[in-house]
Nanobody, 123 residues
């Protein structure tokens, strides 16, 4: 079992920045691929970013590429999501997720999930 706890969400104006953190516990963090997803009201959960075990590979959808950066600190068992140039359409609950398989972009590819943290971008 892996337990994940997100933090860092909040209210920010358009164009602002936030950094989300996800602290992991329970198993060897460096064995897990980590991902970030988001879900807005009435919408499906959407892939935001993923990072490999070592941090050497990352992947983003076009909607956030160039604005969001995923990183990890295996010594601290933490994955981060730096979000810059935020837009109102980035408003959602953000979830981190973990799995031992390869980088995935679908929620079904991840076994462990945090409880989520709300990000609200005002216009």
């Amino acid at each position: 079992q892996v337990q994940l706890v997100e933090s860092g969400g909040g209210l920010v104006q358009t164009g602002g920045s936030l950094r989300l953190s996800c602290a992991a516990s329970g198993r060897t963090f460096s064995n897990y691929v980590m991902g970030w997803f988001r879900q807005a009201p009435g919408k499906e959960r959407e892939f935001v970013a993923a990072i490999s075990w070592s941090g050497g590979s990352t992947y983003y959808p076009d909607s956030v590429k160039g604005r969001f950066t995923i990183s990890r600190d295996n010594a601290k068992n933490t994955v981060y999501l730096q979000m810059n140039s935020l837009k109102p359409e980035d408003t959602a609950v953000y979830y981190c997720a973990a799995d031992r398989a390869r980088l995935g972009v679908r929620p079904t590819e991840y076994s462990y999930w945090g409880q989520g943290t709300q990000v609200t971008v005002s216009s």
